[in-house]
């Protein structure tokens, strides 16, 4: 019951700075590319640079077997970025604010929130690029795609509570950022994004079913590669996960605030 009370304060905090929320979000996003001749164009290359290193690699040098291999890749990988991206900024979203949490009345919970939602929208932009791949490569859009908003909302939920978890976390042991920034080069390997469970071994497949970002590669593979329904009972254990997450983040977060100020 603590939890659930904890969950319902985070919320109504949010909700209640949400226009604060969308104003830090509008300039996390202009500051990201702030002096560069690209600007925003950036938030297409780097998934298409990313893409073009992985396609060489793995599909020319390495001879991975898969149709519309670009396709497949895009598919997993750009919400692989948003996911990524979302813990390595959150992680330091607390210690990177000093001046802005000593001040008592600044609600520090909204600052993890800025950078999930920031490499959200970056993950929108973006999905314009895989539909043009999509229909350069011949591969239908269908209606499996109606499961993308929940899709992501799951891994909306999965990302929020690991975001909130990691940020409460750092500002006390300030190794969490290091350790998660190698720990997830290693996640990204484990996660059928660049090569397709059909080419690993059989008796170790069980094993990409209890990772839920190796779950929800797969979901979205579902949805754009191969123009078919998620399997559902994956995806309510996604949401359920994600959920379970999320409450388990908002009470690490509200357990360690209060030493926040002094700490940084």
Known sequence: MEMLKIFQEHIDTLYKYRELIANLVGKDLKARYRGSAMGMMWTFLNPLLLLLVYALVFSVYMRVQVQNYAVFVFSGLLPWIWF???LLDGVNSITASGALITKSMFPAEILPMVKVI???VNYLFSLP???IFMVVYGVPITLSVMWLPLI???QLLFT???VYVFSALNVRFRDVQHILNNFLVLWFF???IIYP?????EKWRFTFYLNPMATLSIAYQDIFVSGKTPNLVMLLALLVVGLAITLFGF???DRYKESFAEEI
């Open 84 to 86: 990524s991206s979302s």
């Open 118 to 120: 920031a490499n959200m």
């Open 129 to 131: 690029l895989l539909l």
């Open 152 to 154: 992501a909302f799951a």
């Open 160 to 162: 929020i509570g690991l």
């Open 190 to 192: 484990l996660c059928p």
């Open 197 to 201: 469970i059909s080419q690993t071994p």
């Open 251 to 253: 009470s690490q977060f």
